[in-house]
């Protein structure tokens, strides 16, 4: 029996993809939906994956502030606004999330 292996990129740069679009900004998308290709279609997915971790990892407060924003680097601003000055706390708590939601 042969051993089928699989290749698949390291979670690192999925993570380090989603961390750029929460710092900056969506992946731009400027065809017609039903031309888009497989790599569009990913990038879509990255960009609501990184809006869907900020809103999980906030607060209930929190959420309220930034539910209606269309980007993710959006909500990241809003945050970062609201927590100037524990900026370390922000990060630790999202980076927590991240890998609960990721590992």
């Not at 679009?21 to 731009?28: F, P, Q, S």
């Not at 209930?60 to 809003?78: G, L």
């Amino acid at each position: 029996m042969e051993k089928t292996t699989t290749t698949r990129k390291p979670k690192c740069n999925y993570f380090y993809q989603i961390w750029s679009i929460i710092e900056d900004g969506d992946l731009k998308i400027t065809k017609p939906k039903k031309e888009w290709t497989d790599e569009e279609r990913k990038n879509t997915s990255l960009n609501s994956k990184a809006k869907s971790i900020l809103c999980c990892s906030s607060s209930k407060t929190e959420f309220n502030r930034i539910s209606a924003c269309k980007m993710a680097k959006e909500m990241w601003d809003k945050l970062k606004l609201t927590y100037e000055g524990t900026y370390k706390i922000l990060m630790m708590t999202i980076w927590k999330m991240f890998l609960m939601i990721y590992m």
